[in-house]
């Protein structure tokens, strides 16, 4: 079995001190720290293989297109999607959305429509529906959640009907750590004739995800919440609607021919990766999927949830701390979103890292939710793989002394 504490080895980040204490980072719902492995693949590339890809004939082109093109199979055969055709390489989770918003729903959806989403969404799972609703004179409707926090699917059969265009939700929430049934939802979806679009950013890193048996239309992430570089991402889209959808952006790269008034586009996937790409970036991912795959998904699921069911009871233990989101540790992700009472989230937070517990604290671009829940905002721990039960043992020992420290009247 492995051992996770070892796995430390590879993120020299981690190694160090904040505020004259060792380091524990609970940020990972914001961004992942990166193992050596995915730095040396930024590093060789940039000192070996550095060129253009797809337009030119010499050596170093040649190396890094098969390395570029290399990555966009790693990523097929990751989230199982039937080919690389179906793969868009994107600088992100947000850019995905926004393309499937400015592409398939300005030529999609039309005036009554409804696009369906949840209170639970982050912000660019919601406003790329805004501005299209309000492009289009469409609906935007929100499916309640339950007290624990679930998505409330008897609701979602009522509002997912013959009028839905668009169901977008994510995967795993942001703040809730729930993890939704995209499946049901999907077939929901389609019974009405709808797409399902998933915003996947916090569930690719941590369990494994197949696209054809979630049977979603599209699905959208980022590489560096799962140890990848910033900057880079992925749109998978099935391929007979990837066809019909038309460019966001055009330019170099994406073009087959250029005449006086009027253009063609390259084939899938190309027509939609305009101008130079992010390069190393795909190239780093790929890296990064090597290393996943070589711990193994499940076994990473498996490392975070015993995580999650060491800390969750601390937690609650904790008098005057709130924990939102489901109270069974088996329906809870590594997200963990907390409040003390009469202790801002932002103080919390500030007091957490003078231990050296780096969480975050705000809205967590999830607004719509703490206006649902009639929260201003929450401190949000967040795990990852390379986390350890002695860094659970940090934070439970500062939020603590925090509150100690706040119940003194030190401010």
Known sequence: MLDFSKVRED???LFQEVN???LVYLDNAATTQKPKQVL???KYYYENDNANVHRGVHTLAERATEKYEGAREKVRAFINAKETAEVLFTRGTTTGLNWLAR????ANVQEGDEIVISFMEHHSNIIPWQQLADRKG???RYISMTEEGFLDMEEAKQIINEKTAIVSIAHVSNVLGVINPIKDLADLAHANQAVMIV????STPHMKVDVQALDCDFFAFSGHKMCGPTGIGVLYGKRPLLEQMEPVEFGGEMIDFVNLYDSTWKELPWKFEAGTPNIAGAIALGAAIDYLNAIGMDAIHQHEQELVAYVLPKLQAIEGLTVYGPQDPQNHTGVLAFNLDKVHPHDAATALDMEGVAVRAGH??????????HLPATARASFYFYNTKEDADRLIFALEATKEFFKDGAI
Not at 103 to 106: E, F, H, N, T, V
């Open 199 to 202: 915003d996947g950013a916090q």
């Open 11 to 13: 993120f020299p980040i």
């Open 103 to 106: 592409s398939y729903g300005d």
């Open 40 to 42: 040396d693949a930024l």
């Open 20 to 22: 004259d204490e060792p």
């Open 364 to 373: 967590h671009c999830a607004q719509p939710l703490m206006k649902y829940l």
């Open 138 to 140: 469409a609906k935007l």
